[in-house]
C-alpha cells in the first residue's frame, strides 16, 4: 500500500521546522535576504561589481555622499516563500574568469550564506553577467578625475 500524496517528506518537514514551529512563525524581509545574497556574490573572487550600467551609476553617486551607505542589495532581486526563496543578481566580471566556475561559485556563496543565516530553502540563484570589467577601465576613469582636480 502506498503512502497518501499528502505526506510531507522529511526534508520538507526540515525546512519547515526552522521558520514554521507550533510555537509560531519567522518572517523574513525581502531586503534582509537580497543583503545578505549581494554581500555573500561580492565576496566570491571574479565579481568586480553587483548592478547593472544604471544601479551601478546610481550607487556611485550615492556614495560619494557623506554619510551615506553602501547598497548591498544593488543588483540583487529575491523573492521570499514562508520556505524558500529565489535570487537573481546582475554583475560585472572581471576580465580573464570563467564566467562558468564564476556563477558557480556565486551560486554555493550565495546559497550557503542565506541558507545558514535565515533558514530558508533556496530553490534558484540566476546569475546575469552584464558586463566584463578591463584593468584599463580604472585608468581610463582616474585620469579625467585628476584632470579636473588640477
Known amino acids: 500500500m502506498s503512502e497518501p500524496a499528502t505526506t ?23 531586503t534582509v535576504v537580497s543583503k545578505i545574497a549581494g ?6 573572487t571574479g565579481v568586480h561589481s553587483l548592478g547593472g550600467g544604471t544601479a551601478r551609476a546610481i550607487g556611485n553617486l550615492r556614495e560619494r555622499i557623506p554619510g551615506a551607505r553602501t547598497n548591498y542589495s544593488q543588483g540583487v532581486s529575491v523573492e521570499v516563500g514562508e520556505t524558500e526563496a529565489a535570487v537573481d543578481l546582475d554583475l560585472v566580471a ?49 585620469a579625467p578625475q585628476e584632470q579636473r582636480v588640477q
Open 8 to 30: 510531507v517528506t522529511t526534508a520538507a518537514r526540515a525546512r519547515q521546522s526552522a521558520l514554521v514551529t507550533p510555537e509560531g512563525s519567522t518572517t523574513i524581509a525581502d
Open 39 to 44: 554581500i555573500a556574490a561580492s565576496e566570491v
Open 94 to 142: 572581471e576580465y580573464g574568469v570563467s564566467i562558468a566556475d564564476l556563477a558557480d561559485g556565486i551560486r554555493r556563496n550565495v546559497i550557503s550564506a542565506v541558507e545558514r543565516m535565515t533558514g530558508l530553502h533556496v530553490v534558484e540563484v540566476n546569475v546575469t553577467v552584464n558586463d566584463v570589467h578591463l584593468p584599463q577601465d580604472d585608468t581610463q576613469q582616474a
